[in-house]
Structure formats: structure tokens, C-alpha cells
């Protein structure tokens, strides 16, 4: 009775090894500095077209190698597939000109895309963007919008940033007229996410 419990558990274990997820070994790779078996783990995924692992080598990419032009690739391919926080560090990677040319143009655009999505930092860099003129034209009720929808989406947790969506919010409404802070909170209540 004791062997074949035994030897239940080594099929349970075998079988549970088998099922192991990739990406979370790349993640546990990664952690402990083993950035060969991360890429060795994430390459073959990335290839395949899995947009989380070619996320994931973007930000490995980003983050562990500052290796911008090659997180942008990958970042990209995520991007593409509808990956939200790729097109989110899209646009970061874009405004700050890291690995690839600095272009308010291009950067918008991703914050755009991810902000439609719902994503609440890229939200807010879109209403700073508007309200700043970068990369857009300066216009004060879509600065209001996206600034607005940041400060309610935006978890407690990035405190900071929700501050920095009020506080932009509010600048921007001090140079609108009534009409055109009534304008954007319209714009606020019909807005829903793609």
C-alpha cells in the first residue's frame, strides 16, 4: 500500500511538472538572475505568437537588459495583438525616446490605444499629452476627459498617480470655460471602454 501511494505521488508530481506554466518558470527564472533560462523559456513561446511572453521579453528586455530597441520589438508584437500594457509601455518607450526616436506622435497614439482599453496610467499620460499639446493638438476638454477618467480608475494603491490626475484635472478645468467643463463631463459619462 505504501509503494503504490508513493508511487501516486511521483505521477502526481511528474504530471504536475509537465503542466507547469512556462511563463511562471521565465518569472521564477528571472527573479533568481537566471536570464538564460528566461529567454530560454520565453523565446520559443514569444515566436509561437504567445502575446504574455512576448510581453514578457519586452519588459526583460526593458527592465533587465535596458535593452530598449529590443523591447520595443516585442512590446510591439504584443501591442499588435491587442495586449494593453504593451501598448502602454509603447507609449512610455516613445515619449522618453529609449531605443527608439523620441515621438509625442507615436506615443500618444499607444497611450490612446491602451487608455481606450481602459488602462488608467495611460490615461492619464494621454490628459497630460492633450494638455500640454504633445503629440496632439492642446485641447483642455480631452485633457479634462482622460485626466478625470485616471483619477477615478486609478487603484488606491498608486495613490500618486491619482493625485497627479487630480491636481492635472483641476489645472486644466481653471482654463476652460463652464461650457467646456460641462462638455467634458459629458464626455466622462458617455465614455466606455472598447
Do not use: C
Not at 3 to 20: E, N, P, Y
Amino acid at each position: 500500500m505504501v509503494k503504490r501511494g508513493i508511487v501516486i505521488l511521483i505521477a502526481a508530481a511528474l504530471a504536475a511538472s509537465a503542466l507547469a506554466d512556462p511563463l511562471d518558470d521565465a518569472t521564477a527564472a528571472y527573479l533568481h538572475g537566471d536570464y538564460a533560462t528566461t529567454l530560454e523559456l520565453l523565446l520559443p513561446l514569444a515566436d509561437e505568437g504567445d502575446r504574455a511572453a512576448q510581453h514578457n521579453l519586452g519588459a526583460f528586455f526593458a527592465d533587465g537588459q535596458s535593452d530598449y530597441a529590443e523591447a520595443e520589438r516585442w512590446f510591439r508584437k504584443a501591442a499588435d495583438q491587442g495586449l494593453v500594457e504593451s501598448q502602454f509601455n509603447l507609449g512610455v518607450l516613445y515619449q522618453s525616446g529609449k531605443g527608439v526616436p523620441q515621438d509625442y506622435r507615436e506615443s500618444a497614439m499607444w497611450y490612446r490605444t491602451a487608455a481606450s482599453h481602459g488602462h488608467p496610467r495611460a490615461q492619464l499620460m494621454l490628459g497630460a499629452m492633450y494638455a500640454n499639446g504633445e503629440g496632439v493638438p492642446r485641447d483642455y476638454v480631452e485633457a479634462y476627459k482622460w485626466l478625470n477618467l485616471a483619477a477615478a480608475n486609478l487603484p488606491p494603491s498608486q495613490s500618486v498617480s491619482r493625485e497627479s490626475a487630480v491636481n492635472g484635472r483641476d489645472q486644466v478645468a481653471a482654463r476652460m470655460t463652464p461650457a467646456q467643463v460641462v462638455a467634458a463631463e459629458n464626455l466622462v459619462k458617455a465614455w466606455k471602454p472598447e
